[in-house]
């Protein structure tokens, strides 16, 4: 597992943003969009990479051999964002002052980040300027039904781990289009189990904004989901009372495919130390909030 960092050469102590993407295509987008954030807001960026699709979550515990359930996915980010807090003044970054991020695939893994009891102490911030469309989480059933399949199509022995080793990666990617063809989406996803207690969005959000502090955007901010999810956690934050309250710090119209740079730098330099009874006073609103695309200029 690798990572990319953006660090301003003089930060010290500065705040951290983990962004989590969902389009390996955009690569190079990504890389200037991350590099902007670093040097016009003075953050350090990182960019974890991850095992996706059937690298990332084929459910294998049919294997019987102690192998995983299927979110080796979620677990590089997991490790991703331990390494990170351990190592982050190693870049000018401040561990107690780190925003998970990121759009698509990427916003459910930070929603999770945020939410895990594992992650969650290591979380400040949680902003999705994109919002987040509709999770999938898979029973244990659907998931050993997708891995079935699977095999299936890829000739290989369910109960033999040894077949799956010595396949080309090009064949299990081709094999992967087509299980998705046939399904008409993608086939895989987050597996629930002990350590993964969500099942839907609501639910992810509500856990993260118990205790860190949230942005959520949107297309337009009327009746979108996204907005409609963060007017619901506000709602609900603060009838929590103050101990707890107070997690959806804004939520904000980003109305243009990764021109919410600005929004996104604000956030994440907001406000001071998390408080250790819940998140600090929301320091960001909307009124306060562009939506301009951000000039990165050039990047070498």
Not at 62 to 90: I, K, M, S, Y
Not at 130 to 138: D, F, I, K, L, Q
Not at 164 to 181: D, G, H, K, P
């Amino acid at each position: 597992m690798t990572l990319d960092v953006w660090s301003p050469a003089d930060l010290a102590d500065g705040p951290v943003l983990v962004w989590l993407d969902d389009e390996p295509r955009a690569a190079r987008r990504a890389r200037r969009f991350c590099a902007g954030l670093a040097a016009e807001h003075g953050l350090v960026v990182v960019a974890p990479r991850r095992r996706r699709g059937a690298f990332g979550y084929l459910d294998l515990t049919a294997l019987r051999d102690g192998h995983g359930n299927g979110n080796f996915g979620l677990l590089d980010q997991l490790e991703a964002l331990t390494w990170v807090a351990t190592h982050a003044r190693a870049f000018g970054g401040d561990p107690a002052a780190i925003t998970v991020s990121g759009r698509g695939e990427g916003a459910h893994a930070a929603a999770l980040l945020a939410g895990l009891p594992r992650t969650n102490p290591l979380v400040r911030r949680l902003a999705l300027p994109e919002g987040m469309p509709g999770a999938r989480v898979h029973t244990p059933s659907q998931a050993a039904r997708v891995a079935a399949s699977f095999l299936g199509l890829l000739g290989a022995d369910p109960g033999g781990r040894g077949d799956l080793r010595e396949l080309e990666a090009a064949v299990i990617v081709r094999t992967e289009t087509a299980l998705r063809r046939a399904e008409g989406r993608a086939p895989f996803g987050l597996v629930a189990h002990d350590d993964l207690p969500f099942d839907d969005v609501a639910q992810m959000l509500d856990t993260a904004a118990s205790s860190v502090e949230v942005m959520v955007g949107g297309g337009v901010c009327g009746e979108s989901d996204a907005c409609s999810i963060g007017r619901n956690l506000r709602d609900r934050s603060g009838s929590r009372g103050t101990d707890r309250g107070a997690g959806v710090s804004a939520v904000v119209a980003a109305t243009t495919s990764w021109g919410y740079g600005g929004v996104l730098g604000a956030f994440a330099r907001a406000g001071g130390p998390r408080s250790a009874s819940g998140p600090a006073a929301a320091r960001l609103h909307p009124a306060s909030v562009g939506t301009e695309p951000v000039d990165l200029g050039v990047v070498r």
